[in-house]
């Protein structure tokens, strides 16, 4: 299970924003990948990847995005929020069947 | 360009049946689990089924299994779900995605 906070967070460009995941258990792999994702959906849009990897940003994504870890818990910093960036967010892992999604987390802009 | 699309969505009576497709190009499908993940309107994303790059291993969350069945054709770029015995709980957007890319989803409603 994957518990994502917040459910919400209202932001003003410019401003940093957190969103968390927590992992019901141990994600770590022995080969050293963790397969976690985080994903930014749009309105009438399908979700678009961020971060695979824990940490690693998809070609294209901005470097105000990053992903790390700590364990179990797993977080997504936006270092200066942009009006483009609302939308909702989810954290996926895909280390253990079944494939689990956060419950998402709805950024607004100010 | 990357392109998904799902397809085949449509409203559907209760224990009916239906099938979704999906459509790759853009990218080298073969190389990809690919995976059916759904979404009711408004609400979280579920995990339904993924298939291995080869369609030698195919698992299924809890609420998939023994109802629905994925397969592939890496020689067309497809991906497929049937789905059998659908309940009104199953009404969602169905994606298809190889978690990298994510198709634009088909909607299925079942109602009687």
């Known amino acids: 299970v994957l518990t994502q906070t917040p459910l919400s967070l209202s932001v003003t460009p410019g401003q940093p924003a957190s969103i968390s995941c927590k992992s019901s258990?141990?994600?770590?792999?022995?080969?050293?990948?963790?397969?976690f994702f985080w994903y930014v959906q749009k309105p009438g849009q399908p979700p678009q990847l961020l971060i695979s990897?824990?940490?690693t940003r998809f070609p294209g994504v901005p470097d105000r995005f990053s992903g790390s870890a700590s364990g179990t818990d797993f977080t997504l910093d936006i270092s200066r929020v942009e009006a483009e960036d609302a939308g909702v967010y989810y954290c996926m892992q895909s280390m253990q069947l079944p494939l689990t999604f956060g419950g998402g987390t709805k950024l607004e802009i100010k | 360009e990357v392109q998904l699309a799902a397809s085949g969505g449509a409203l559907i009576q209760p224990g009916g049946s239906l099938r979704l497709s999906c459509a790759g190009s853009g990218f080298t499908f073969s190389h990809y689990w690919m995976h059916w993940v759904r979404q009711v309107p408004g609400k979280g994303l579920e995990w339904l089924c993924r298939?291995?790059?080869?369609?030698?291993?195919?698992d299924y969350a809890d609420s998939a299994k023994g109802r629905f069945a994925i397969s592939r054709d890496n020689a067309k770029n497809t991906l497929a779900l049937q789905m059998n015995s659908l309940r009104v709980e199953d009404t969602a957007v169905y994606f298809c995605?190889?978690?990298?890319?994510w198709g634009r989803g088909t909607l299925v409603t079942v109602s009687s």
């Open positions: 995605t190889s978690e990298q890319f």
């Open positions: 990897e824990v940490s």
């Open positions: 298939i291995k790059n080869d369609g030698s291993i195919v």
């Open positions: 258990q141990s994600l770590l792999r022995s080969g050293g990948r963790t397969y």
